[in-house]
């Protein structure tokens, strides 16, 4: 979401119902590895291009699959046009090719 006091967040509820506001936040299998490399690495002056590519990273590191590809993963951004909050989903083309653009390395043996 995005509002005028905090900018975007991304918002995580439980099934007790609370609910906190993040600027980067992982969930499901895997998060605790995922949080590592986000609290390392993410910065709140990012452009869209480097989240994104930060996204890809940690997909890389905590995925159950050895390769990424457009077939298993979409994106998704939100960006202000105009002074309103847009959602632009990415197409099986730019997928690959932010995919591509991604150096990921090997996969970590300590997430699995």
Same mark, same amino acid.
């Given at each position: 979401?995005?509002?005028?006091?905090?900018?975007?967040?991304? %918002?995580?509820? $439980? @099934?007790?119902? *609370? %609910?906190?506001?993040?600027?980067?936040? !992982?969930?499901? *299998?895997? *998060?605790? @590895?995922?949080? +590592?490399?986000?609290?390392?690495? %993410?910065?709140?002056?990012?452009?869209?291009?480097?989240? !994104?590519?930060?996204?890809?990273?940690? #997909?890389?590191?905590? #995925?159950?699959?050895?390769?990424?590809? +457009?077939?298993?993963?979409?994106?998704?951004?939100?960006?202000?046009?105009?002074?309103? @909050?847009?959602?632009?989903?990415?197409? +099986? !083309?730019?997928?690959?090719?932010?995919?591509?653009?991604?150096?990921?390395? @090997? !996969?970590? $043996?300590? *997430?699995?």
């Amino acid at each position: 979401g995005w509002d005028t006091r905090y900018g975007f967040q991304l %918002y995580h509820s $439980d @099934p007790s119902g *609370n %609910y906190a506001g993040w600027q980067a936040h !992982a969930i499901g *299998n895997k *998060n605790q @590895p995922a949080q +590592s490399i986000l609290k390392q690495e %993410y910065k709140t002056d990012l452009t869209t291009e480097e989240a !994104a590519k930060l996204a890809v990273k940690v #997909l890389s590191k905590t #995925l159950d699959s050895t390769t990424l590809s +457009s077939e298993k993963l979409e994106f998704s951004t939100m960006t202000l046009v105009d002074g309103k @909050p847009t959602m632009k989903v990415l197409t +099986s !083309a730019e997928v690959d090719a932010l995919i591509g653009s991604v150096d990921v390395g @090997p !996969a970590d $043996d300590d *997430n699995e």
